[in-house]
T-cell receptor
């Protein structure tokens, strides 16, 4: 079965720390995405990548960066964590070969708390 | 720009009740439409989809019909179960915007025995 794995289910960090959220997919997908999920706001796109070494800003990239050195791995980096980055982070992937009807596969999410 | 609006929750229903969760969208072209479900403690998973006008997506007793004239994709189920308790997200994906997904804010459903 297809799988998107996020390295941590729960994470607690201090303000100012550098935080790495890791995501690995085993489906050879070209496209990978990072969302954050907040109550009442739904899912908001932070960054995405259409292929290795490529990255594009989503709707809310401020305070975040990403790394895609290998096709299967997409990392989200919080350069200096702040309390307003406390959220559920969801990674997703999708094949890049089709059009609009290709679905996203999601990981289980990482609940990050910044104290 | 593209957007999705879905009814606010939370929604609480008794087992075997009829469910409707409303979803309307705004798009510049011809999007594909999706319903995703998120069970407690899990990520989102695809529930159903429809790729063109008048298509009906269905899965696990849930249905939604792509209505271009009303720009809607309402989710329905005739008889809900306790196991349907989850958060439901309506979403669209469109070629004009690089196949990006746009999600609604989610509707929490609780089904009580």
């Amino acid at each position: 079965d297809v799988k998107v794995t996020q390295s941590s289910r729960y994470l607690v960090k201090r303000t100012g720390e550098k935080v790495f959220l890791e995501c690995v997919q085993d489906m050879d997908h070209e496209n990978m995405f990072w969302y954050r999920q907040d109550p009442g706001l739904g899912l908001r796109l932070i960054y995405f990548s259409y292929d290795v070494k490529m990255k594009e800003k989503g709707d809310i990239p401020e305070g975040y960066s990403v790394s895609r050195e290998k096709k299967e791995r997409f990392s989200l980096i919080l350069e200096s964590a702040s309390t307003n980055q406390t959220s559920m982070y969801l990674c997703a992937s999708r094949t890049g070969q089709s059009g609009t009807n290709e679905k996203l596969f999601f990981g289980s999410g990482t609940q990050l708390s910044v104290l | 720009g593209d957007s999705v609006t879905q009814m606010e929750g939370p929604v609480t229903l008794s087992e075997e009740a009829f469910l409707t969760i409303n979803c309307t969208y705004t798009a510049t072209g011809y999007p594909s439409l999706f319903w995703y479900v998120q069970y407690p403690g899990e990520g989102l998973q695809l529930l159903l989809k429809a790729t063109k006008a008048d298509d009906k997506g269905s899965n696990k007793g849930f249905e939604a019909t792509y209505r271009k004239e009303t720009t809607s994709f309402h989710l329905e189920k005739g008889s809900v179960q306790v196991s349907d308790s989850a958060v439901y997200f309506c979403a669209l994906s469109e070629w004009n915007t690089g196949n990006q997904f746009y999600f609604g804010t989610g509707t929490s459903l609780t089904v009580i025995p």
